[in-house]
């Protein structure tokens, strides 16, 4: 499916690791982390999936991942070493307040990782900037408040991407809702990628061919990237 993803346009690959008690997911993806939990995954397990497939993809590959999970293998030092001999890029922790995520920056640059953190539309200017500031790789910007999902309506991002960019010269990413073309579309007006989870999820969970619907979708997904220029 990773290569699939590739072969659509995807620039980057999220792999997220499974958890028993989600926080930002909805129902669609933490379905399906329970159904990985059941059927046995494993970081470790994870990690040796990732490790077979990385000589075939030169796309990037992040770890979304708990803070729980960075705790229950030792730490963010041991993860984040585990996680680069895998064949990571980066970790998107998305459950790390700002002021304990200097231990996860600090292990992310250490073993050569990016490491981007959520902003939320509710997060204060100045606490955004800090988390912006201590981002690497590229800043994670929600779309909306509330928890990952199907949308109809495309996120209306301008102002606050306009103001990050004041502050940053990373990349910024957007998520949470993010469902059509036209919403990849709408989005990179403004931001620099689009994310997309659940919508993701939602098809290839109990498809007789999930890797075509995988690639079937992206590829959609991947139109909404083109640039319309003028005469």
Known sequence: MIEAAQRAGASVVEVGVPYS??????PVIASAMHDALAAGVTVESLFAEIAAVR??????????????VLAGVGG???????????GFDGLIVPDSPWEESKAIHDACEENGLALSLLIAPTTPNDRAIDIAKRSTG???????????GEQREAPQIAERVAALREV???PIACGFGIATAEHVRAVVEHADAAIVGSALVRRI??????????E???TELAGGLAVETGA
């Open 21 to 26: 008690d989600p926080i930002a997911d909805g």
């Open 55 to 68: 000589e075939r993809v030169s796309i990037g590959l992040v770890s979304m991942v708990s803070v729980s």
């Open 76 to 86: 963010p030092a041991r993860y984040a070493a585990m996680a680069k001999q895998a």
């Open 138 to 148: 590229f800043v994670y910007l929600l779309a909306r408040s509330g928890i990952t």
């Open 168 to 170: 940053t010269d990373q």
């Open 205 to 214: 969970s109990g498809s007789e061919d999930p890797v075509g619907e995988a």
């Open 216 to 218: 079937g979708f992206l």
